[in-house]
């Protein structure tokens, strides 16, 4: 079965850091574009980090110099590490698989996990 | 980055009637292989968002023929035939065409 599941969330002070984990099954990490995606009720859905095929990736600006994405292909699990996380991090953090990719965009993210959940505060 | 604009924002419907959600994007999502990068999600309470249509009208593995897609450019709609108990939840849209820079809509929360 093809499925995502996020781990790492939890309660941590304004400049402290989280690792989040996002461990794919059935399928490779590697062959395909994968996404991490907040949930906020301020912000809405919001795209944070992005790995293409390949290995290339892309951080949202609201983020970039505070978050590095890394993976695992022995275990098929990406990382999200954040740092110096802000009041305004608060969210749920999605993983996400696209169905497809191309030159032209993203066909749809047909696999979400379950979400892990990040709350700054003092 | 494109700006994704839903409406209503919220919408109440009867077991069997009909619903329509409209989708605005700032800029074309008509790339020129001649496809629209818009896919609609629903998110049901307590889950995570889940695929419905990709390509504005091609409905994903798994997803009733009730649910149809449509528009082209900047104006999408997402229509159910007859709603039914399990598509309560909040609809969204998203853009495709400009990557990394996905970006969604605000949501349409359907109730029955």
């Known amino acids: 079965e093809v499925q995502l599941v996020e781990s790492g969330g939890g309660l941590v002070q304004p400049g402290e850091s989280l690792r989040l984990s996002c461990a794919a099954s059935?399928?490779?990490?590697?062959?395909?574009?994968m996404i991490w995606v907040r949930q906020s009720p301020r912000k809405g859905l919001e795209w944070v980090s992005v790995?293409?095929?390949?290995?290339?990736?892309d951080y949202a600006d609201s983020l970039k110099g505070r978050i590095a994405l890394f993976r695992d292909t022995s275990n098929d699990t990406l990382y999200l590490q954040m740092n110096s996380l802000r009041v305004e991090d608060t969210a749920v953090y999605y993983c996400?698989?696209?169905?497809?990719?191309?030159?032209?965009?993203?066909?749809?993210?047909?696999?979400w996990g379950q979400g892990t959940t990040v709350i700054v505060s003092s | 980055e494109i700006v994704m604009i839903q409406s209503p924002l919220s919408l109440a419907v009867s077991p069997g009637e009909p619903a329509s959600i409209s989708c605005r994007s700032s800029?074309?999502?008509?790339?020129?292989?001649?496809?629209?990068?818009l896919d609609w999600y629903l998110q049901r309470p307590g889950q995570s968002p889940q695929l419905l249509i990709y390509?504005?009208?091609t409905r994903a593995s798994g997803v009733p023929d009730r649910f149809n897609g449509s528009g082209s450019g900047t104006e999408f709609s997402l229509t159910i035939r007859g709603v039914e108990a399990e598509d309560v939840g909040v609809y969204y849209c998203?853009?495709?065409?400009?990557?990394?820079?996905?970006?969604f809509g605000g949501g349409t929360k359907v109730a029955i």
């Open positions: 996400a698989k696209a169905r497809q990719i191309s030159f032209f965009g993203v066909e749809g993210l047909d696999v």
């Open positions: 998203m853009q495709g065409i400009q990557t990394p820079a996905l970006t």
């Open positions: 059935g399928f490779a990490v590697d062959d395909t574009f």
């Open positions: 790995l293409y095929r390949g290995g290339r990736r």
């Open positions: 800029q074309s999502l008509l790339n020129r292989n001649g496809d629209n990068y």
């Open positions: 390509l504005a009208s």
